[in-house]
């Protein structure tokens, strides 16, 4: 266990407790080391792991379907088609709705290994994941479709007037 983690921790269970508690996630593992750690979430269709890499100065949420009622393993390799995404990380939400790629992928940056910046880190993919994952996680088949679609083809498209509700 590391210091560094467990300012991580208490910074994920203070920021995303309104997420958890609006769709109904509850806490279900966690893991702190001193190259990363994480937070995994689970309702009764999803789940939602929030984690930090130290190395590479970056925290991300992902938010996938459970398989048989429990959380898979972290995937490995990318998927090849939409079909086969089991997990869609926070900025693809953020790049689907606003188009800008760089920004969205570097929402869970920061530059120093200090509780303050990874509390904010930890904030910024809260804020971003509130902002741009409410129809994903509430269940949207069609939103999980756009979301799996740009994860695999790296190809971002406008919504389309029937996208947008």
Do not use: C
């Not at 130290?54 to 925290?59: A, G, H, N, Y």
């Not at 709705?97 to 809260?126: D, K, M, N, P």
């Amino acid at each position: 266990m590391s210091a560094l983690g467990s300012s991580f921790l208490a910074a994920v269970r203070k920021e995303f407790a309104s997420t958890f508690h609006r769709f109904g996630f509850v806490e279900v593992g966690q893991e702190n080391n001193l190259n990363f750690a994480t937070v995994v979430a689970k309702n009764d269709s999803h789940y939602l792991r929030i984690g930090s890499d130290f190395r590479d100065r970056t925290v991300y949420a992902s938010f996938g379907r459970l398989a048989e009622g429990l959380v898979p393993a972290f995937p490995i390799a990318p998927s090849r088609t939409p079909e086969d995404v089991r997990e869609i990380p926070d900025a693809i939400l953020t790049w689907l709705a606003t188009g800008e790629r760089e920004a969205a992928f570097e929402v869970g940056l920061y530059s120093q290994e200090t509780s303050e910046e990874i509390g904010a880190a930890v904030h910024r993919v809260a804020q971003t994941l509130d902002t741009f994952g409410k129809r994903l996680l509430a269940g949207d088949a069609e939103e999980w479709r756009r979301a799996a679609e740009l994860t695999v083809t790296r190809k971002w498209r406008p919504m389309s007037p029937s996208d947008s509700r």
